[in-house]
């Protein structure tokens, strides 16, 4: 990338300052953008530093002595061991999640940018950026009530002739207010903000790129195989982690759906296995003794901790992936 | 105008903020909350003020209804409760931080001993006022009701008995056609009183069938849960084979259970519950006033039904300022009347209490009394 600009126009701030435009309007603007910058950073640190006091009493106690306190907590646990199984469950219901939601908002990317009629495309668009907008609640209601009846016998079959997979395990329960069940949810739920990305990247594929390869003899699928697919890695790969940051952090809908669990379960057609932490802390908040409290923030700094790592990695790749891409 | 509007609003909210910070101790003695306070007893109509209380939420929606009630027949009277749980209820109160707590256990010897100082020496007062029945509640296909002893319904719950054709069950519903679908338990996921009574009740009445101790965390590991009453009832209902415990009053269309008490089988009802609360014994070596109960889990007697949740309100005896007595007693006084109980049988299907025990708790009430 050749810069137009003169490495003198980056010249020091305080030269900037006492130019004579930087004045008035110019000058308001100026430190109204900085401070909203600034702004983001420190409700960021605010949130982190509220987590880490608030859960300092529950990672200093020891266990038992907790256990005392507060019912939900195992006499024989270190706080490590009891956010264990919950930082699985999280992770689990989401990399469940995102292993359905990818390939089918992959599908519809591609549907709507490169196979569908110029009007389907756009009304398909809408209804999918519409999937967005339904509150997590209703898919929860959605999901208890009538998700769970219709699913329960395709499970059961699972369960009989895939049960050998230990993550079919059976017997499936009825009603299957399972992980697979929640992760299905959660998979309708990321859906719609994958394949936003993904559209709006296919939809950037450089034309010349595209029409070279159907000028060399390649069908539509070898065409978007070899000249969308690589353009858009890593614009897939953005959207598929802040899908992940969605569905690590969900509540109700697992909440109303999963009957929790506390083990280190791959069984995800059985109730009672496994338990995200937002759910854990949405079931428990609300009696929790001030210890419990706490402990439970301790939960949620953990939680804090994955989807940060999460979104870093997710940046990581992003970045490493853009000189590779093709886009040049 | 706008300015005016705003400082008038602003006037408001400081002097609320100040009635509010007045009342939440019980040992106050500042009388800026107190416009209807005099030395002599008042008529309730007469009542104003602002009366803060915390604890159960299972007598949430009983609470409501007896606020609704008792503030609309005192117009300047405001009283708040704020559910946090009968933990932090009682917390709070023994602290003084509000004038009464509702909790679903008796308060323990220790904490008796607490709140002598919050008290000022005096007793506390604690009234079983919301009386639930719990109902074990199943979804079987063509069985509306079972008879069922507590052992059974432990192993039942424990997972020792896993098919509806089991036979400690068919023995007891000769006249069932039972079919060999499977059980599934569900529980409680979130710490409940309603789970508490529960195995009270199973570990008391249940013999061998039921080797844990009552807590308010569901002993038994995995299996179905799922949280608020609410949420039991949407879980048995969408599936097939399922049995829970819940307020009776959610029963809805669902089987349920009729228990066995003595030799005979009851199915549930308000009646059997007030009764089992007449008939139980009070915890020994208590004040005069203090109705904490001893439930009697293993009544023999076929008017009674067990299986009940109890939730008590505590006050003092003794309050620092008379406005909060008056207010307290008229309160309790409308909770414990057969209006108010009536109220929360209907907004929360509680079992109105008995008259006997409204009598016994008029008498504790009309001794609460401020600091002569």
Known sequence: ?328 | MKLSRFSRVGAAAVATGALALTLTACGSDDPVGSTGGSDAPSEASELSGELNGAGSSAQEAAMDAWRAGFQSANGDVTVNYDPVGSGGGVTQFLKGGVAFAGSDAALSDDEVAEAKSVCLDGDVIELPVYISPIAVVFNLEGVDSLNLDAATIGKIFDGKITTWNDPAIADQNPDVDLPDTAITPVHRSDESGTTKNFTDYLAKAGADGWPYEADKVFPVEGGQSAKGTSGIIQTVTGGQGTISYADSSQAGDLGTVAIKVGDEYVAHSPEGAAAIVDTSPRVEGRGEFDFAMELDRTSTDPSTYPLVLVTYDIACATYEDQATADLVKGLFSYIVSEEGQQAAASAAGSAPISDTLRTNAQAGIDAISAKS
């Open chain 1, 1 to 328: 990338m050749t810069s137009t600009a003169p490495p003198t126009a980056r010249a020091t701030p305080a030269r900037r300052r006492r130019t004579p435009r930087d004045r008035g309007m110019n000058r308001a603007f100026r430190l109204v953008s900085t401070g909203s910058g600034a702004l983001i950073l420190a409700v960021l640190a605010a949130v982190a530093i509220f987590l880490v006091a608030r859960a300092w009493p529950a990672l200093t106690t020891p266990g038992a002595e907790i256990a005392q306190d507060v019912g939900w907590f195992p006499a024989d646990a270190s706080f490590l061991s009891f956010v264990g199984p919950l930082v699985f469950g999280t992770l689990l219901a989401a990399v469940l999640a995102l292993v359905m939601a990818v390939p089918l908002s992959i599908g519809i990317a591609l549907f709507i940018s490169h196979y569908a009629p110029r009007r389907l495309a756009t009304a398909l668009g809408y209804a999918v950026d519409l999937l967005a907008a339904i509150p997590s609640v209703v898919y929860g209601l959605w999901g208890a009530m009538t998700l769970v009846g219709f699913v329960g016998p395709i499970w059961e079959w699972l369960a009989s002739f895939l049960g050998w997979i230990p993550l079919f395990e059976g017997p499936a329960a009825t009603p299957a207010r399972v992980m697979l069940t929640a992760a299905v949810v959660l998979a309708v739920m990321i859906l719609p903000i994958i394949t936003a990305v993904c559209r709006e990247v296919f939809l950037q594929t450089p034309k010349l790129h595209e029409e070279a390869a159907l000028a060399l003899g390649a069908t539509r699928w070898e065409m978007i195989r070899t000249a969308v697919l690589p353009f858009a890695r890593s614009g897939i790969v953005s959207g598929a982690m802040l899908g992940l940051g969605r569905a690590l952090g969900e509540t109700m809908a697992v909440l109303m759906i999963l009957s929790p669990g506390f083990l280190y379960s791959f069984a995800i057609l059985q109730a009672g296995q496994q338990q995200t932490i937002a759910a854990n802390i949405a079931a428990q908040y609300a009696d929790a003794a001030p210890i419990g409290v706490s402990t439970l923030i301790a939960t949620g700094l953990a939680l804090f901790v994955i989807t940060m790592a999460v979104n870093m990695a997710a940046r990581a790749i992003v970045a490493r992936r853009k000189d590779f891409s093709g886009a040049n």
